[in-house]
Structure formats: C-alpha cells, structure tokens
C-alpha cells in the first residue's frame, strides 16, 4: 500500500488540531441546528439542552442560519410545552 492510502488523521496539522479544538469551544450553526432538528423528532436529554442552550448564539462571526435557527427553535418550545401538557 502507498502512503496515499494511510487515514487523514495522520496528515493533519497542529494548526488543525488546534482550530477544531477551538471550533469545540465556540458556538456554532451545525451543532445548534442539528439539535433543534433532533428535539422536533424527540424530546432532548438535559446534556443536549445544555448543549443546545450553549450553541444558540450560532456563529459569532456570521449569522448565516440565523432565520432558519430562530423558526425551528420556536416550533421546539412549542413542541415542547404541548409535551409537557400531556404528560
């Protein structure tokens, strides 16, 4: 086998390792969009609302799923609470 073939880990750099430690640190789109998607599904754990309730400022760079974010967080709360009402 060639060294083409030896997985990406390998060939990654410091810087990112780094940057994707960072993106861990920061909120982001992908991360709070995918939970708000999953709580429409089925009710969240207490870690992904922590989690959620930690990415819902998105990107502080950019708001580029801002208006997509704030809609389907809003049919999570009221999902939600008619979840709460019939229990």
Same mark, same amino acid.
């Given at each position: 086998?060639? =060294? =083409?073939?030896?997985?990406?880990?390998?060939?990654? =750099?410091?810087?990112?390792?780094?940057?994707?430690?960072?993106?861990?640190?920061?909120?982001?789109?992908?991360?709070?969009? %995918?939970?708000?998607?999953?709580?429409?599904?089925?009710?969240?754990?207490?870690?992904?609302?922590?989690?959620?309730?930690?990415?819902?400022?998105?990107?502080?760079?950019? =708001?580029?799923?801002?208006?997509?974010?704030?809609?389907?967080?809003?049919?999570?709360? %009221?999902?939600?609470?008619?979840?709460?009402?019939?229990?």
């Amino acid at each position: 086998m060639t =060294s =083409s073939s030896k997985p990406d880990r390998e060939k990654r =750099s410091f810087s990112d390792a780094f940057y994707d430690g960072i993106g861990a640190l920061l909120p982001g789109c992908s991360t709070a969009l %995918e939970l708000v998607e999953t709580g429409l599904e089925r009710p969240l754990t207490l870690r992904e609302k922590f989690v959620l309730f930690y990415n819902s400022p998105l990107c502080l760079h950019c =708001s580029c799923n801002r208006d997509r974010f704030d809609e389907e967080r809003l049919k999570l709360r %009221e999902l939600d609470r008619e979840r709460r009402e019939t229990k």
